[in-house]
């Protein structure tokens, strides 16, 4: 897989696999997390940073954030997503920089522009002082040359609630009232200073304590492994882990969809606009940005996610569930105490991948054939995908769906204006589709392919899957035995 970040995923893969074999071979002892912070970086010369010392201490919070625990001892915090503030600390604190560009004209129009003192002359070009900018941006746009630039620090600029900033020593905070746990910041960090907390030391001991675990891989499963490898072949490889099996999360979107029908019916008739509930990211910038609507627009409905391993408890109360998946806010949802029966943990791509070479398993071709969704839960994973399994199973129910208009928002900036719509009572659709990655969860933060390479292979595995309906899939399943409400009231 070819990334922006391909150092720092390789740096976080390897530290991840080697955490996992000493929890398989029950040897991860503080000794041996000390021998593998000094066999990655030895010394005496740093690898990548200023010196061995400060490559060390960001390996320890690696190391911590890979056995589930907050990245630093002296500042824990409850996010899933977490700053590794010995890697935090390159950045320009400075909103507005001046370049080498300034030729010190003489007309100095940026300063006449600046109306708070930030701007004054230095030995050899313009000078910003921090303090006292407020980040107009009057000097920028006065500069004749554009010399003057917006230096917007990669993580903040890539969040898409503005939950990001800095303190008094430039290190980058997380404000976790307002964080949704998109994961955007992590992989546009250049410097790998934002992780997750990671579960699989959790997972494993699960497995050796004779637990039966079971994974539930997202519908953006499929393609991110190749043209070849189909769902059937990722359930053997997890079961050759550890697995005692593996269910589509698919199976959950034809459930959600079975069940956001009824509430999209009856809104209809009520005249109230609704939005979907599958993606965690989209439904916490609803609870933190807009509560009213949260409360009054919301789909009551699970995720798929969630659906899921309620299925899975209901056959199996004192299994584990593990979803597997592109998505970062899916672990925040498993932390969410306002889901009732919310699944055990949730891993990315990346994470799996570091269990299975831990254990030196690979996805490889088999003859396993293996399907529970219908190709309208398998194409959640696509934006659309959810408003038009839910318009499936309303025509399956014999609705008419000809009037029903549909506003897809996918991405961070598009959510936020169908939002803002929505409480000032100016949207004109009835329902809207909400996911904050852009592409939908195929395009999601910890996706293991690139989108247009998954998307591609993608296709050509889902022509293989068979013709069924959604309603007539699920009456194979128990859906009277489990909730499929977040609170997890029955009907």
């Known amino acids: 897989m070819i990334t922006n970040d391909k150092g720092i995923v390789d740096l976080k893969h390897f530290i991840m696999r080697e955490v996992c074999r000493l929890e398989w071979e029950d040897a991860l002892t503080h000794e041996n997390r000390e021998k593998l912070v000094h066999d990655i970086s030895p010394g005496p010369k740093p690898e990548y940073r200023c010196c061995v010392y400060k490559e060390r201490e960001i390996v320890r919070e690696r190391i911590r954030l890979a056995t589930g625990l907050d990245s630093s001892v002296r500042h824990p915090k409850k996010n899933v997503v977490q700053v590794i503030r010995a890697a935090c600390d390159d950045c320009p604190i400075s909103a507005y920089t001046v370049t080498d560009s300034c030729r010190f004209c003489l007309g100095k129009a940026c300063l006449n522009a600046c ?65 949704i746990h998109c994961g955007h910041c992590i992989h546009n960090c250049p410097f790998g200073a934002i992780g997750s907390k990671i579960f699989l030391v959790d997972i494993i001991k699960a497995i050796k304590a004779g637990r039966r675990v079971v994974a539930m891989c997202a519908p953006a499963t499929e ?55 599958c993606c965690p990211a989209f439904i916490s ?28 408890k209901s056959m199996d109360p004192d299994c584990i569930t593990v979803f597997v998946g592109p998505c970062i806010a899916k672990k925040g949802e498993t932390l969410n105490e306002n889901i009732a029966d919310r699944p055990d943990y949730a891993v990315t791509y990346g994470e799996i991948v570091a269990l299975m070479d831990s254990r030196n398993v690979e996805v490889v071709h088999t003859d396993e054939a293996y399907q529970e969704s219908s190709i309208y839960g398998k194409n959640f994973a696509g934006s659309g995908g959810v408003a038009a399994a839910v318009l499936e199973v309303m025509e399956e129910m014999g609705e008419d769906t000809s ?43 910890s996706k293991h392919t690139p989108e247009t390479d998954a998307v591609r292979a993608r296709n050509i595995l889902l022509k293989q899957a068979d013709g069924r309906k959604v309603l007539e899939n699920l009456k194979n399943y128990p859906m009277d035995r489990f909730s499929m409400f977040r609170d997890g009231h029955m009907e």
Not at 157 to 166: L, R, T
Not at 223 to 234: P, V
Not at 255 to 276: N, Q, V
Not at 287 to 312: D, L
Request: with cysteine; charged share 25%.
């Open 223 to 277: 393609g991110q492994f190749g043209k070849d490898i189909t769902m059937g072949d990722i359930r053997a490889a997890l079961k050759k882990v550890g697995f005692a099996d593996m269910v589509e999360v698919g199976l959950g979107g034809d459930m959600t969809a079975a069940y956001e029908a009824k509430e999209w019916i009856e809104a209809k008739k009520e005249g109230r606009k609704m939005t979907t509930s």
């Open 403 to 445: 009037g029903i208009t549909l506003l897809k928002c996918a991405g961070g900036d598009e959510c936020k204006k169908a939002l803002t719509l929505l409480k000032a009572g100016r949207l004109k659709e009835d329902f809207i589709e909400g996911m904050i990655c852009p592409g939908g969860c195929i395009g999601g933060p």
């Open 285 to 312: 910038m609803l609870r933190h940005f807009y509560p009213e609507q949260y409360e009054q627009n919301k789909s009551t409905t699970v995720s798929p996610m969630v659906a899921v391993s309620r299925y899975i």
């Open 115 to 179: 109306r708070f003192g930030a701007i004054a002359p230095g030995s050899t070009k313009m000078h910003i002082d921090p303090d006292k900018c407020k980040e107009c941006g009057m000097c920028a746009k006065s500069c004749p040359f554009g010399a003057v630039v917006h230096m917007e620090r990669p993580c903040k600029k890539a969040c898409p609630a503005g939950a990001i900033s800095h303190d008094e020593y430039g290190l980058c905070v997380i404000d976790e009232e307002k964080c």
